[in-house]
């Protein structure tokens, strides 16, 4: 097989942090689907499909071209715990890398194949004449560009995000999976809110991102939240609730692997796979009508909207280091559907 057939949607350069003895040629994992653990798998065979971006490699290319800079970025971040300035060409470019890593992953071509089926089941089933028009499935290649289109948008809905590290220093390694960016809404599950909470722009936005076995990248609304002193950008952790919480985050959010290295044992990963049994896995997709449509306070007649949205990690996040505003605690939330902090909007409808 070559290289070109051999498309990673999660970098080898970023699973290198996770290998065993920090080899870079070997790494954990535990498949959720059959059960399977090896402390020794093969690096280079992992997160992968056979031509996931097509057969002519060009969008593989590119998203190799970009893999170099976000390297030498990765690399400068996990050695000198460095955080950027907001604004900065070095946090636009982090930024970038996150959401890259959400949209490029088969989880979002998973997400908008399903979201067609599910809109065309509720159209066609309204009128007969609808039923040849709508496709119920498009094509791989079709969604990834569909999932790349919203690139740029993302990118400037998420330029308020504040950062910060997070270092274990408990005796449990972190670990990741195939679908490394997990996103969380603690502020909008306080709430009871239901429709759709992890949006890139939507309010008190939480994105969990494992960088090593020792470090975490939390991205977050800072008008939301308050994580660990506002003077400083790394927080250091030994409490092993907070880390088996955020270990948890991963299994619920992967597609069928998470990785981790040497120090990490089976009997840890099984705890942790049944734990993450309790609660529902993030990212199923969920299709509803809903009817009750006003405008200026009138029930429209014979309207509906349509909406779509993904199952939430939510495990009644309670980590040591973070805590809720007290202005966000009070503040009423609308019936919208959807909740979006307000740089988002003015950033996307300037």
């Known amino acids: 097989m070559s290289e070109k057939e051999k498309q990673h949607y999660v970098p080898k350069f970023y699973l290198r942090y996770f290998s065993f003895k920090e080899n870079k040629k070997q ?6 689907e059959n059960h399977f653990f090896i402390q020794t798998a093969k690096l280079k065979t992992q997160a992968y499909n056979p031509f996931f971006y097509g057969k002519d490699g060009s969008l593989e290319e590119i998203l190799s071209f970009f893999e170099n800079s976000e390297a030498k970025l990765l690399n400068k971040i996990i050695k000198e715990n460095y955080i950027p300035e907001r604004n900065s060409p070095d946090h636009v470019q982090l930024i970038k890398f996150l959401i890259l890593t959400q949209l490029r992953n088969p989880k979002s071509v998973e997400y908008l194949n399903q979201s067609a ?12 004449k609808y039923q040849k028009l709508i496709r119920k499935k498009i094509t791989n290649e079709e969604a990834i ?3 790349l289109s919203v690139f740029e948008s993302s990118v400037l809905a998420c330029g ?15 670990i990741t999976c195939d679908n490394p960016l997990t996103k969380y809404n603690t502020y909008l599950e306080t709430k009871k809110y239901f429709r759709g909470t992890n949006g890139f722009g939507n309010i008190g936005l939480q994105m969990f991102f494992p960088l090593t076995p020792n470090k ?22 030994s409490n092993l609730k907070d880390i088996q919480q955020l270990n948890i985050l991963h299994f619920l959010n992967c597609n069928t692997t998470v990785f981790f290295n040497d120090k990490i044992s089976k009997e840890i990963i099984e705890n942790l796979y049944t734990i993450s049994k309790k609660y529902e896995k993030a990212n199923k997709v969920i299709t509803k009508e809903i009817t ?46 959807a909740q979006i902090r307000p740089f988002s909007e003015f950033a996307l409808n300037p």
């Open 292 to 337: 009750n449509v006003y405008k200026n306070g009138v029930k429209e007649k014979n309207s509906s909207i349509i909406l779509t949205m993904t199952t939430a990690a939510e495990i009644n996040l309670n980590l040591s280091f973070i805590k809720i505003l007290d202005k966000a605690k009070y503040q009423k939330i609308d019936h919208s559907s």
């Open 27 to 32: 790494i954990g994992i535990f498949n959720t």
């Open 117 to 128: 089926k599910n809109f065309s089941d509720i159209i066609s089933k309204k009128s007969e």
């Open 216 to 237: 975490l990248l939390i991205a977050y609304d800072a008008s939301c939240y308050k994580i660990g002193s506002s003077r400083k950008q790394v927080i250091i952790s």
């Open 145 to 147: 560009s569909l999932s």
């Open 160 to 174: 308020d995000l504040q950062l910060k590290i997070i270092i274990n220093e408990s005796e449990v390694p972190f």
